[in-house]
């Protein structure tokens, strides 16, 4: 298979892309908060967040606006690891990711449950800039860029679809970049994307 997603082009540079303000969270500040259709909710410190087992990969980034920046190298933990200690709900089937400064993204629980699904704090081995989400983000690496909320700040766990910024703005519900899921053509299928997200996630 390619390397590179269709529609896309490779650059060098890494743009940054926020809507509106840039947060500023320092990281004895920040808190995350995992919650809804959850046994056991969970606020974490970033202290909590480096207690954990690290992970550190290197995925391609794609944005949806076309530029794909490849070989980023990230370090932080996995959400998986996270949801296992919160313990997923059975009729959770979505999440609704919450960020400082009011951005929001949806995804299907399947796609958070993924290996290189990573709460991120360190970028090419340096603390994760404020501009990049620092001190903590959400890296969804085979999903288009958007997913990727920086300064996230509560996960909601939800038994239905909630849309999130981009989405409601006419982005694709899921935006995967291999089969080029930019805009949502026609209304989403809420019945559909509800049977899928019950299958049994990849582990
Ligand atoms: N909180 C928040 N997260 C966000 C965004 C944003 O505006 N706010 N932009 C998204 C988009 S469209 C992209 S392409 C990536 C860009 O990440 P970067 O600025 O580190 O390149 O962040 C995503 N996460
Ligand atoms: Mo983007």
Not at 47 to 63: I, K, N
Not at 181 to 191: H, I, L, N, S, T
């Amino acid at each position: 298979m390619d390397r590179v997603p269709p529609g896309q082009f490779v650059t060098e540079r890494f743009p940054i892309l926020t809507y509106g303000e840039e947060p500023r969270i320092a990281p004895e500040d920040w808190r995350l908060e995992l919650e809804g259709l959850v046994e056991t909710p969970l606020t974490l410190t970033y202290q909590d967040l480096l207690a954990l087992p690290q992970v550190e990969l290197t995925r391609d980034f794609h944005c949806v606006t076309r530029w794909s920046r490849l070989d980023v190298a990230w370090k932080g933990m996995r959400v998986k690891d996270l949801l296992e200690e919160a313990r997923p709900k059975p009729e959770a089937v979505a999440a609704l990711v919450e960020c400082y400064g009011g951005y929001t993204t949806n995804l299907l629980l399947e796609d958070l449950l993924r290996d290189d699904v990573l709460l991120a704090h360190t970028l090419f081995g340096k603390p994760l800039p404020p501009e990049r989400g620092g001190p903590v983000r959400l890296l969804v690496p085979h999903l288009y860029a958007w997913k990727s909320a920086k300064w996230v700040r509560r996960i909601l766990l939800l038994d239905h679809l909630e849309l999130g910024f981009w989405e409601r703005m006419g982005y694709h519900w899921r935006g995967d970049p291999w089969k080029e899921e930019r805009f949502q053509e026609g209304p989403v299928p809420a019945a559909r994307i509800r049977f899928q997200a019950l299958k049994k996630p990849e582990r």
